[in-house]
Nanobody, 120 residues
Framework: VQLQASGGGSVQAGGSLNLSCEAS????????VGWFRQAPEKQRELVAS??????NYADSVKGRFTISRDNAKNAAYLQMDSLKSEDTGVYYC????????????????WGQGTQVTVSS
């Protein structure tokens, strides 16, 4: 099972990016998903999460970022609008994955990270 994050890039302040997080593998489903970011010399922080109960956002991204998911594709997305220079960092997705065969197990998996650079 692999979790692949993509969609990062370099944009100017005010621009937009859409990050994708896709799980690949057989007989899997994804549960809760979180998007984290790590700026240079700072700790990794949770910016958005989505569960069956709904979505949550860090105060710093509320109103600008939108997390969503496509269960049929075992994928989650982070639409980032009105980007600011302080949004710069490596973005990681984390997902709770259930693998049903050969026996059912549930585990957390991290994607490899995708770089987002916002220039002012």
């Amino acid at each position: 099972v692999q979790l692949q994050a993509s969609g990062g890039g370099s944009v100017q302040a005010g621009g937009s990016l859409n990050l994708s997080c896709e799980a690949s593998g057989s007989d899997i489903t994804i549960g809760a998903v979180g998007w984290f970011r790590q700026a240079p010399e700072k700790q990794r922080e949770l910016v958005a999460s989505i569960t069956r109960g709904g979505t949550n956002y860090a105060d710093s991204v509320k109103g600008r970022f939108t997390i969503s998911r496509d269960n049929a594709k075992n994928a989650a997305y982070l639409q980032m609008d009105s980007l600011k220079s302080e949004d710069t960092g490596v973005y990681y997705c984390n997902a709770r994955i259930t693998q049903r065969r050969p026996e059912e197990i549930t585990f957390d998996s991290w994607g490899q990270g995708t770089q987002v650079t916002v220039s002012s």
